[in-house]
C-alpha cells in the first residue's frame, strides 16, 4: 500500500524546507551583500536529499515530517556552506555548480569564503532554536553535538582533507571509502539518524538506520561518480569528466565503470536490507533509496 | 584589597584553556595534517583577552573560573578561525602572524580554509558538552545560540563583510563603530555574556554587563588601531603601519590620533563605571579593562 509516494511527498515537503531557508537568510540583521550571496547557494537548486531522508525518516516513525524541517534547514545550510568552500579556486576551483556560475565567482572569494563560515554558524542556531514541542533541550543537544561532530574534522571535513591529499595518488578501496563515508556521508547519515533522534529511537533501532544511511552514503557517491562519466552537463550541472581531468580517485577508477555499477547495487540492496528489520514504516525511505541509485542528476 | 591580582590570575588560566584546546583536537579522529593546521594557529601565542574575561566574569560572581573552561575554549576556536580565514589572499592577504607566517603560508589555502571551517564547527560541540553539573541543558542551548548569533552574520561573519566593503571608502564614524562593535565588540562581549549565563545571573546584571562588554569592545579595536600606527614590528608580531597601506578605516583616520586616544580613555573609563554598577567583586574585569587599554601587542 503506497498511502504516500515520493513525488507527492517530494512535492509537499521540498517547499517547507526552502521557505524555512529563505525566511532565515531573510530576516537576518547583516549586510546585504553577504544575506545575497547565502541565498544565492541556498537557492541554486538541487534535490535536497537530505532534507527529504530526515522528513521521510519521522514519517517512518509515524511522526510529522514538519518537526525537521529546522534541522533539515541546519543541514542544508551545512552541505551548502561546504560546496561553495569546496568550488573555490584553492580548492576543486569550479566555475560551474549546478550549471549556474559558483558563488564566488558571483559574489568575489572573500564574500564566498565568509557566507559558507555564515552558513556554517546559523546552522547551529536553527537546531538550538527548534520549537521545544518537538524536541526538548537533551535532544537538542544531542542533535548540535552529532551535527557538529558529523560535519566537523570527524566527519565531512576530515573527509574533504584526505580527498585533496589522496588527489594524483593511487588509493586503496579502503582509502576511498574513509573519504566518502566521511566526505559525503556522514551528512547523509545524520538526515537519517536526526530524525530518529527526534523521534526518541531506541538504540537498537538507531544502529539499524546507521546501516541503512552507511550504504545509502556509499551508494550515493558512487552513482556521483558514475554520472561523471555517464551523464551529460545538462543534467548534472557541470563537464563531464571533470573527476578523471582533476585525477580523482573514484569508484568507476579504482573498480571499472561495471565494476562501480556492481558496487552500487550492492549498496543500495543492503540498505533496503538494513530498512526490512527496523518494523518502520519504510516505503518512502524505499523510495528515496531507489532515487539515489538511479538518479541523473 | 586584592585577593587575586591579574598575572596569577593569568598564569593559572591562561595554561587550562590552552590544554583544554590542545587536548580537544589532538583527540580528534581526523587526518594529522589537519589537525596539525589547527592546533598551529591554536598555538601561535595570544593573550586569551576572551577567556580571561569569561574566568574573571564568573570570578566576579563568585563562581569557579573553571566552569567556564569549555566555553573558553569554543571562543578561542571561534577567534582563531576567523583569524586564519581573515589572512587568506583574498582576504586580508597577510603573510604574518603574531611574528610567525600565517597558516596558509605553511598548510597552504584549501587546509587553511579547512581547518578554520574545523575549528568553528568544533567549538559547538565543546559548548553542548559541557559537564551537566556546570551546565544544564537550557543553559548550554542559550550558550550555543547566542554564541551562533555573536559569530555570525549578524554579528562577527557581518561585521567582516561591512569593513571589506568599506575598504578605501571615507566611512562616517557610526558606520566605523557598527564594523568594529560586529567584527571585535561582538565576540568580546560574549565571553562577558557567557559567564554571566553559567552564573544565571538576572537580566539587570547582565544589561549591565553588556554595556561594559560593549565599551571594552570598542576600547579594544581602539587600542589595535593605534598600535598599529605608535606600536613596533615586534610588538604587534606584523608590519606597522599596514591599516593605512590597505586603506582601512581606523579610529585615527577619522578622529586623528589624538581623537582616537581620548575616545580610548572616554570607553575605558565608561566601561569600568558599567561595572560598579552591577554589585559584583569587579577586580579582576576592571584589571583587564586596563590591559585592553593600555596593552602593547
Known sequence: MRIDPLD???SHY???VENRLENAVTQLEAPESLKNSMLYSLQAGGKRIRPLLLFATLKAFGYKPEMGVDTAAAIEMIHTYSLIHDDLPSMDD???????PTNHKVYGEAT???AGDALLTLAFKMVGSIDPETADANVKLALINTLSKAAGAEGMVGGQVADMEGEGEKLTLKELEYIHINKTGRLLAYSVLAGAEIAQAN???KDKLSQF??????AFQIRDDILDLEGTEEQIGKPIGSDTENEKNTYPS????EGAKKALTEHISQAKQALSTTGLDTTLLEQITDLIGLRNS
Open 213 to 218: 544511511a552507511h550504504h545509502i552514503g556509499l
Open 8 to 10: 507527492t511527498f517530494i
Open 94 to 100: 569550479d566555475d560551474l555548480r549546478r550549471g549556474k
Open 14 to 16: 521540498k517547499p517547507l
Open 254 to 257: 579504482l573498480l571499472s565503470l
Open 112 to 114: 564566498a569564503i565568509l
Open 203 to 205: 538504540q537498537s533501532v
